[in-house]
């Protein structure tokens, strides 16, 4: 069974840094695109960053590219997400999400077969 358990959240002035872990566990992630969406109040939950396991290949959304850097450690079986320059709008629960059998970095909740709980991410302005 899949588990995937994100941490790491927090409230931050604007400007400042916080990384989000998602620890996966349950089978291996060799195949595997991990990736995270964030969702704000009254908000659909978008697209972030994805990483594919294997080659690290890496796809951001334009609205954090230069600002966040997503990255695995195959020892830890961890992904992370590493957010600087955090800005209100970047305020939302963040998800941690793994697509099974991935054709490519997909930006579509629908492609993702495995869900964390989610941790909150507030950034004051």
């Known amino acids: 069974q899949v588990q995937l358990v994100e941490s790491g959240g927090g409230l931050v002035q604007a400007g400042g840094s916080l990384r989000l872990s998602c620890a996966a566990s349950?089978?291996?992630?060799?195949?595997?695109?991990m990736a995270w969406f964030r969702q704000a109040p009254g908000k659909e939950r978008e697209f972030v960053a994805a990483?594919?396991?294997?080659?690290?290949?890496?796809r951001y959304s334009p609205s954090v590219e230069g600002r966040f850097t997503i990255s695995r450690d195959n020892a830890k079986n961890t992904v992370y997400l590493q957010m600087n320059s955090l800005k209100h709008e970047d305020t939302g629960v963040y998800y941690c999400?793994?697509?099974?059998?991935?054709?490519?970095?997909?930006?579509?909740?629908?492609?993702?077969?495995?869900w964390g709980q989610g941790t909150q991410v507030t950034v004051s302005s």
């Open positions: 990483i594919r396991w294997s080659n690290d290949n890496i």
């Open positions: 349950g089978r291996s992630f060799t195949n595997y695109v």
């Open positions: 999400a793994a697509d099974a059998r991935p054709l490519w970095l997909g930006v579509r909740t629908s492609g993702y077969d495995y």
